[in-house]
C-alpha cells in the first residue's frame, strides 16, 4: 500500500504561482510512475503532468511552458510547480502514483486562480 498526501493548493490571482507537494509513504519502493491529474467542476479528471522511471516527464499541452514536475526520491516526494496560473486552471489536483498492478490516489488539494 501507499499513501499520498498533498499540500500546497490555495487561491491565487491570475498570473500568479503556486508549488504543490506530494508526499508518499508506504510501499514507495513499488512505485515506478508519479505525477498530478486535477479535475474542474462538471468536467473528467485529467492527466497535468507525470513521470515514469527515467524517463522524460509527460505534460498536458494546456499546461506546458507553464507547469514543471519534479521528483525527490530521498524524500518519496514530487512536486508540481505551477506558473502564470489562468482560471481554468481552478480545479482539485490529485497526486496520483502507480505500482503496477495497483494505482493509488491522494485526497486532492484545491487550486482556485481568480481573474
Known amino acids: 500500500q501507499v499513501q499520498l498526501v498533498e499540500s500546497g493548493g490555495g487561491l491565487v490571482q491570475a498570473g500568479g504561482s503556486l508549488r504543490l507537494s506530494c508526499a508518499a509513504s508506504?510501499?514507495?519502493?513499488?512505485?515506478?510512475?508519479i505525477g498530478w491529474y486535477r479535475q474542474a467542476p462538471g468536467k473528467q479528471r485529467e492527466l497535468v503532468a507525470f513521470?515514469?522511471?527515467?524517463?522524460?516527464?509527460v505534460y498536458a499541452d494546456s499546461v506546458k511552458g507553464r507547469f514543471t514536475i519534479s521528483r525527490d526520491n530521498a524524500k518519496n516526494a514530487v512536486y508540481l510547480q505551477m506558473n502564470s496560473l489562468k482560471p481554468e486552471d481552478t480545479a482539485v489536483y490529485y497526486c496520483?502514483?502507480?505500482?503496477?498492478?495497483?494505482?493509488?490516489w491522494g485526497q486532492g488539494t484545491q487550486v482556485t486562480v481568480s481573474s
Open positions: 508506504g510501499s514507495t519502493f513499488s512505485i515506478n510512475g
Open positions: 513521470i515514469r522511471g527515467g524517463s522524460r516527464p
Open positions: 496520483n502514483a502507480n505500482g503496477s498492478p495497483y494505482v493509488y
